[in-house]
């Protein structure tokens, strides 16, 4: 994990009254943008100057015009927009925002993973460290892996990383026979097939929507199946009313503004806890976003070898994605 932060006795907490008023303030000062994933808190949502998936928020980094980019998101995402930016300033919220899916694919021990398998290319899920992905030959995200591996010549074989559950949909959908990282996301590998089955019983009209990240007995009681802007466009078009949605409740914020006329259901986790909940997503609030765009810090920064080997996977989902 590479960032550059101030020690927190340095830091003054003093808030203002209005803090949207103060960001928007601060964000004219740092000729700032705010980007934000679907699965940050609503009041985050809903000051950010963009909201998206992976790809989109990739997307945005790499064409914004900002000097300053706020990523209200986890440690990765803003490393990505780092690596995209290397002369702007990054910042994070919360430097604790890490993500369970890159934390169980540590980077020596993807060395030895990949060394065992010398003639495989490696596609990597942007859900990774900036050195997982200076490893990889290509990254990808939820919304474009089934595409990008189909991109890749049959004979070659190929290393996925470090989602297991994707990577299993990923061969389901393309017939391609993949060597798995075994890695996986804590909030997706924890939703209560039984519990699930029950809301299917309650609301019989409702769709199933699921994330590929969920386990596959998930995934088997699924209508559709695809990433946050996919489900969220699914319910858009779809004529259906009701939807049990199985993935981060934080998306469901953005359906019910865009479609205040339909019912989202969160899909339940195994405990009785709000374990369907991001932990790491959840620790960005409004004031974090605020000390950090008033102190400018916690500051995203990496060594440059490692961004340019990070740079070039990026570089190549961006343009088999177009």
Known sequence: MFATVLPSEQIPNFLPDDLFEAIAALKKDLNAVILAHY???????????????????????????????????????????????????VLLPDLNAGCSLADSCPPDAFARFKAAHPDHVVVSYINCTAAIKAMSDIICTSSNAVSIVNQIP?????????????????????GRELVLWDGSCIVHENFSEKKIVQLQIEHPEAET??????????????????????????????????????????????????????????????????????????????????????????????????????????????????
């Open 154 to 174: 049959l004979e070659q074989p190929i290393i996925f990383a470090p989602d297991r559950n994707l990577g299993r949909y990923v061969m389901e959908q393309t």
């Open 39 to 89: 699965y940050q808190d609503p009041d985050i949502q809903d000051i950010a100057d963009y909201i998206g998936d992976s790809l989109g928020l990739a997307r945005q980094a790499a064409a914004t015009n900002a000097e300053t980019i706020v990523f209200a998101g986890v440690h990765f995402m803003a490393e990505t927009a780092k690596i995209l930016n290397p002369d702007k300033l």
């Open 209 to 322: 929507i699921a994330h590929p990240e969920c386990e596959p007995p998930i995934l088997r009681h699924a209508d559709y199946i695809g990433s946050t802007t996919a489900l969220l466009k699914y319910a858009q078009t779809s004529d259906n009313s009701a939807f049990i949605v199985a993935t981060e409740p934080g998306i469901i914020h953005q359906m019910q503004k865009q479609m205040p006329q339909k019912q989202f259901i969160p899909a339940p986790p195994t405990q009785n806890c709000a374990c369907n909940e991001c932990p790491h997503m959840r620790l960005n609030t409004l004031e974090k976003l605020y000390l950090a765009m008033k102190h400018r810090t916690p500051e995203i920064t990496m060594p440059e070898e490692i961004r340019l080997a990070a740079l070039r996977p990026i570089e190549r989902m961006l343009e088999m994605s177009v």
